[in-house]
């Protein structure tokens, strides 16, 4: 008998029972799910990670669907416990479903959802961040400061990387990849060396365009150039950032001998997957090169990092905060909702889940359609004409 867990319950009478594994931000999605009839329990349990036998006790006799977190192990035993209970739907709070078994819910007729579209600029922005940080030592110095070690000015006095006129790397150049790519190239003026499968067109034609209006403003132009290999972007950028789907591919894409062959001061980037990076061979590679830098916003072990990692000065490391602006947030408990209320009222799939704007518009109903169901094609659930 799994043990009771504790919840907050809105619209008690409600036709639907809808689960929330977690508090979200946001008060959008509570009203849209209860203005719809639907009993919202949202779990809340002190604990950071809900264990599978925690999730199988708030999902019970009767749920319709659930709203859960990446961090959470959806795979056989919560999807056949969520058809048990006659629940057709369950929404990742996330981009990513990599803790997510999609045969499994095909097997019970469960539809998962997803919340891409609302984090790409945030993310960028963070990608964005890290790398100045990095480059500009900006967490180092910040703790010298409190530390009250500061007693003048000295020429020697963390020294950093100017990132203007030098060359920035993009593995993987989708949405997130592209974005940042064009705030590293109009922010600071560097080049684009970038590695796709898939030619980034939209982004080519946006740097040929900046370099031109550079020139004809008198400056140095930028310019670009799509890799042959991503063995080239590691070898020829100064600051490299990591934006490639994971799977059997990715993994430990960065590991000792790609480590090796980037330059001694490049700065690496990772704000996509922790275990695109060999996180071990990374720490040893921080160990012996101190003028390489890293910034991380996730890690191999979530929530844990390889033994020596926190030690390194050279590395700037955050706790998984790439989607962590308000107005994101937000929108990805909206979607992440309308995910699930749609499903469970019969709605169809929007036709793009990368143009979200028409569900995030706190000022009209949100279109009736469900905003991104990853396996809408093995259920064989309709497409919207909207």
Sequence with gaps: MAKPVSIEVWNPNGKYRVVSTKSMPGTRWINLLIEQDCRLEICTEKKT???VEDIVALIGDKCDGVIGQLTEDWGETLFAAL?????????????????VNVNAANKYGVAVG??????????????????????????????????????????HLFVGNLLKGQTVGVIGAGRIGSAYARMMVEGFKMNLIYYDLYQATRLEKFVTAYGEFLKANGEQPVYWKRASTMD?????????????????????????????????????????????????ALVEHLKKNPMFRVGLDVFEDEPYMKPGLADMKNAVIVPHIASASKWTREGMATLAALNVLGKIKGYPIWGDPNRVEPFLN??????????????????GLPVSKL
Aim: hydrophobic share 45%; net charge negative.
């Design 232 to 280: 080239e972007v590691l070898r020829e950028a100064d600051v490299i950032s990591l934006h490639p789907i994971l799977d059997k591919t990715t993994y430990h894409l960065i590991n000792k001998e790609r480590l090796a062959s980037m330059k001694k001061e490049a700065i690496l980037v990772n704000c996509s997957r922790g275990p695109v990076i060999d996180e071990v």
């Design 83 to 99: 058809s048990r209970a006659g629940g057709t739907a369950f929404s990742n709070m996330a981009v990513g479903y990599n803790n």
């Design 114 to 155: 997803n919340t891409p579209g609302v984090l790409t600029e945030t993310t960028a922005e963070l990608a964005a961040s890290l790398s100045l940080a990095a480059a500009r030592r900006i967490v180092e110095a910040d703790e010298f400061m409190r530390a009250g070690l500061y007693d003048g000015w000295l020429p």
């Design 362 to 379: 706190v000022n009209i109903p949100p279109p009736a359609a469900c905003p991104s169901i990853v396996n809408s094609k093995a259920l």
């Design 49 to 51: 990670i809900l264990s």
